[in-house]
């Protein structure tokens, strides 16, 4: 976020807390009750304006109040929670599961969907080879924007598509753990939603991944240490294999 001020960023980085917490629209009222800015209501207002002029705030016609853009969600996942670290009772978990399940394949996998997904409060999807598993889609509920049918079918059709998915996350994979947010997909239907997934070691697999599909108000500092720890722990695993 080096292209806005400290003051912007306070303002930008309240107006995410308050939209990841309930999907609403926030005014500078509702932040100056809340939150310790220091400034009046007519300059978080005229701050406002500005972060709308950078692409980091929008508004529907409904509303005085103002959104974070998919954009500012990408800086807030780059710059603010930067490499954070995963709660250590959720890495010893991921840790435990994976190594207890070392000698079965299929067990393995079921391991690291139903963790990922309980702990990303997200559909957790496993591809090896262009073979498809997911689990977890009933967390999607918890989302007030995702329960309409139209969008929660259109997440489904997706994971139902192995040869779509795999063909999305080779796309856009790299060598970490690759984000899709709103609209960066280009998919219709998938404006509300967020994509995170990550390569990882998987025997003689020549590509497999682990990833999570959910709301774009997924808590980010879990979701992507979390399948961080999923690659993390494969690798050391698949090194007693070797």
């Known amino acids: 976020m080096e292209n806005i001020t400290e003051r912007q960023k306070e303002i930008l980085i ?3 807390k308050e939209f990841m917490e309930s999907a609403d629209e926030v005014g500078s009222i509702a932040l100056l009750e809340k939150y310790d800015l220091g400034v009046s209501s007519a300059t978080i207002r005229n701050e406002m304006v500005k972060l709308m002029d950078q692409g980091l705030l929008e508004k529907s016609h409904t509303s005085s109040g103002r959104h974070p853009t ?21 890495t010893v978990e991921i840790r435990r599961g994976i190594f207890r399940e070392r000698f079965s394949k299929n067990t ?5 969907l139903t963790v990922v997904s309980d702990e990303t409060e997200s559909a957790s999807f ?5 073979i498809l598993r997911y689990w977890g889609v ?4 918890k989302y007030e924007e995702l329960r309409d049918t139209d969008k929660l079918q259109r997440v489904i059709n997706i994971l139902e598509d192995e040869s779509f ?3 999305l996350v080779k796309k856009y994979g790299g060598s970490g ?6 609209e960066e997909s280009g998919i219709k239907g998938l404006e509300e939603c967020a994509l995170a ?5 998987f025997w003689d697999a020549r590509d497999s991944y682990v990833g999570v599909i959910g709301s774009k108000r997924m808590d980010y500092a879990k979701s992507v240490p979390a399948l961080r720890e999923v690659q993390n722990s494969m690798r050391n695993i698949m090194r007693g294999w070797n």
């Open 197 to 201: 997934f990550t390569k990882m070691p």
């Open 126 to 130: 496993v591809i090896i080879d262009e």
């Open 70 to 90: 998919d954009q500012a969600l990408r800086l807030y996942v780059r710059d603010i929670l930067g490499n954070c670290s995963l709660n250590p009772m959720i």
């Open 165 to 167: 998915l795999n063909n």
């Open 138 to 141: 009933s967390q999607l509920f």
């Open 14 to 16: 309240a107006i995410i």
């Open 177 to 182: 753990v690759s984000l899709i947010i709103g």
């Open 108 to 112: 393995i996998v079921d391991s690291i």
